[in-house]
């Protein structure tokens, strides 16, 4: 399994997906994995989640996540389809440690240095900053991630096309999280991917 680090670093930008229709699924990943967002994060949010995760992972050279998993049941359910990463939008131990004794990749939320250190203590170091703008913006993560130089992020929550480069300058970020990549027209969601797939250069 590739870990998190790995993911991470594979492209610029995770879409945050909210898939309300399964037949939606494929066509949108062929098109993000075109335009180069090929680590994909659909969330738990709706009924057609599951299946979209189903239709995602047989489109070659995605790697599909799920992300908004907050319960144990949920990280088993998305364990047993196969899923390369899990997001969650904060961290506990009883939570954590299911996916981490899986060997799943696991991104936790994080917002404060108590959810780092927590982190720490399971032996984590990669987490998402969420929500990013509300709990403080850039300045807040670069004030969280002084003391804890080994950390690495992936700022989610807020962050727009225009914001995004900022984001991506400041070292510790490896990636964002941004649903403004998706809608429309799948040639306008590919166009979007491609932009965003460059904003790391």
Known sequence: MTDIATIMQTSAVIPVLVI??????RPLAEALVAGGLKVLEVTLRTPA????????????GAIVGAGTV???????????????????P?????LARP?????????????????IM??????LTHFKFFPAETSGGLK?????????YQCRFCPTGGITE???????AFKPVLCLGGSWVTGGTMAEVEARARAASALRG
């Open 20 to 25: 309300d229709d399964a037949a939606t699924a």
């Open 49 to 60: 989640a599951m299946e979209a995760i189903a239709e995602m992972k047989t489109v070659p």
């Open 70 to 88: 907050v319960s144990e049941a949920q990280a088993r359910d998305v364990i047993d389809a196969g899923v390369e990463f899990i997001v969650s």
């Open 90 to 94: 904060g961290l506990t131990e009883r």
């Open 99 to 115: 996916i981490l004794d899986a060997g799943v990749a696991y991104l936790p939320g994080t917002a404060t240095a108590g959810d």
């Open 118 to 123: 927590r982190g720490l203590d399971l032996g």
């Open 140 to 148: 807040a993560l670069k004030a969280l991630a002084a003391p804890f």
């Open 162 to 168: 225009a914001s995004a480069p900022d984001w991506l």
